[in-house]
Nanobody, 129 residues
Framework: VQLQASGGGLVQPGGSLRLSCTSSKINLDEYQIAWFRQAPGKEREGVSYINSRDGSIDYGDRVKGRFTISKDSAKNTVYLQMNSLNPEDTAVYYC???????????????????????WGQGTQVTVSS
């Protein structure tokens, strides 16, 4: 497994979780890293991305203001801090890498999952009382 996502779990509405994405095989600073999520019966949704080359960061509309993506280069880890969680955030969360988007000067396809070629195994986040 080249990417490992962890940190999921069961949390009450209004609570917080921090997800981690790490790799023992690749240097995450050399890729654009994104978090996606997929709930049962729904399409995969882009949550957030970070690009170390140009410093760009963005979030999906449904998580803006609640989620924060960050990176610790020393630990080769990308984090997703999730606050004010609600039941609609329940999903399996995946981290993924893209070298094409890392080098791309265009920022219109950053949540196009087909452009990500390496995926972690996913971590379940359940928001429920």
């Amino acid at each position: 497994v080249q990417l490992q996502a962890s940190g999921g779990g069961l949390v009450q509405p209004g609570g917080s979780l921090r997800l981690s994405c790490t790799s023992s095989k690749i240097n995450l600073d050399e890729y654009q890293i994104a978090w996606f999520r997929q709930a049962p019966g729904k399409e995969r949704e882009g949550v957030s991305y970070i690009n170390s080359r140009d410093g760009s960061i963005d979030y999906g509309d449904r998580v803006k203001g609640r989620f924060t993506i960050s990176k610790d280069s020393a630990k080769n880890t990308v984090y997703l801090q999730m606050n004010s969680l609600n039941p609609e955030d329940t999903a399996v969360y995946y981290c993924a890498t893209s070298q094409i988007l890392y080098y791309s000067p265009i920022r219109t396809q950053d949540f196009t999952s087909d452009l990500y070629d390496r995926w972690g195994q996913g971590t379940q986040v359940t928001v429920s009382s």
